[in-house]
DNA sequence: GTGCAGTAGTTCGCACCACGAACTGACCTG
DNA sequence: CAGGTCAGTTCGTGGTGCGAACTACTGCAC
């Protein structure tokens, strides 16, 4: 009780910082001049290159949904299939000397404006913040859609 | 220091939970056999009918991509465009009786299913979170994409 | 009251996204 | 070497999101 009118439940936090940040990763995709989906592809590959099949289960798409993708940004010159030398049938995606570049500039500026969110928070709270929401990610088992910036750790 | 490896910056977590919950809603969603997008324009409407244009801002979508999304929820049978008696330009969107039994059923499952991603959580745990995560949300001036579930309050 | 700027929504054309079903070709096991 | 499996692609369908151009109504200026 005597909870103020701006209190909120976990579920509600949740779903509508989703929002938020989609929002903020969209609108940083789309001065980068790709779509979101192209923006996630491109940070997934930053780690390393991925073949198709890992890529759908990485992403949660199904493998049609990646052949177009794939396709798109490679048309864009974004990214490269690479034969993969152990499998005639497998292909290996891989990001170009363009690709890489714009992914890393398109993953600092996200970081940058995701890092911004959270701006009332003390450093402490900050922290606080990062352990829970980890926890949650760890035991969901989110894929590494998206790298830890360095500098954070 | 001293971090183990699972450790994790805040900004990673917020764009990792994000696509985390954006997972879950689109597979709720698609469950009741409508997509994300019209999953969180029945959430939206949920609260009262809106007009269009005020639609727009809430959901951050353009004008001409909101007349589509209505145009196919009307389709469906979810919702209905009721001529504004005050203006006879504008146009108040609302559920339908079938949209709103729908939104229902849609909204409380999504709860549900949100509501199992913290399960590891303590309740004092997720209370702190939900604080942090909240002051994001008003702080950065989210809309009220989803309902406050009442019980949460 | 007439005229005109601004507003609410729609239309159109485009590119993208996501899916399932059906397919091709390489792998592998018996 | 034959049949099953696995990696990826193709094809068709429907949904998404945008900007530019358009229609029709509102409201203000005069």
Redesign the interface.
């Known amino acids: 009780m005597a909870?103020i009118d701006?209190?909120?439940?976990?579920?509600?936090?949740?779903?509508?910082?989703?929002?938020?940040?989609?929002?903020v990763?969209a609108e940083s995709a789309r001065e980068y001049g790709i779509t979101p989906q192209q923006g996630q592809l491109l940070c997934v590959l930053m780690a390393k290159p991925y073949g198709m099949g890992e890529l759908g289960t990485t992403l949660?798409l199904a493998k049609s949904s990646l052949t177009g993708l794939v396709d798109r940004s490679e048309r864009n010159g974004l990214v490269r299939r690479e034969p993969d030398p152990q499998d005639m049938r497998a292909v290996r995606v891989a990001l170009t000397a363009d690709g890489s570049s714009l992914a890393e500039a398109f993953y600092v500026e996200?970081?940058r404006r995701?890092?911004e969110?959270?701006?009332?928070?003390s450093a402490e709270?900050?922290?606080?913040?990062?352990?829970?929401?980890?926890?949650?990610?760890?035991?969901?088992e989110?894929p590494m859609?998206?790298?830890?910036?360095p500098e954070?750790?």
């Open positions: 909870k701006d209190e909120i439940g976990v579920v509600g936090a949740l779903v509508r910082s989703a929002f938020l940040v989609n929002a990763y949660g996200t970081c995701v890092a969110l959270p701006g009332s928070l709270e900050s922290g606080v913040l990062a352990s829970l929401l980890g926890r949650i990610v760890l035991d969901n989110v859609v998206f790298l830890e910036p954070s750790r």
